[in-house]
């Protein structure tokens, strides 16, 4: 059964920066896709990065030059981070991991970063 632990949500000040984390285990297969979403203020769920299992890594416009996606692997757990730097009010949002692991779509419980003077 896949489990997902969401870590390094908080509040900072605008221009601030905040690491995520995301540890994914129990996949027979292991994790292909590993990513990140967000849902502000009633809006849907956005996708903010993701990375393939080879590293291949995506971005929203909105993030491109301040994020950077990674992940590592160890033993039977796949950890995807986020770091999020030049953090900005906008930012604001509950952050969701989610993985594609045996054919299926696993989402964490999510992680609340806010930005706020």
């Known amino acids: 059964q896949v489990q997902l632990v969401e870590s390094g949500g908080g509040l900072v000040q605008p221009g601030g920066s905040l690491r995520l984390s995301c540890a994914a285990s129990g996949s027979i297969g292991g994790f292909n896709v590993m990513a990140w979403y967000r849902q502000g203020g009633g809006n849907q769920r956005n996708l903010v990065a993701s990375?393939?299992?080879?590293?291949?890594?995506?971005?929203a416009e909105s993030v491109k030059g301040r994020f950077i996606i990674s992940r590592d692997h160890t033993e039977n757990t796949d950890t995807m981070y986020l770091q999020m730097n030049s953090l900005k009010p906008e930012d604001t949002a509950v952050h969701y991991c989610?993985?594609?692991?045996?054919?299926?779509?696993?989402w964490g419980l999510g992680t609340q970063v806010t930005i706020s003077s």
């Open positions: 990375i393939s299992r080879g590293g291949t890594t995506t971005y």
């Open positions: 989610f993985v594609k692991a045996d054919g299926r779509s696993h």
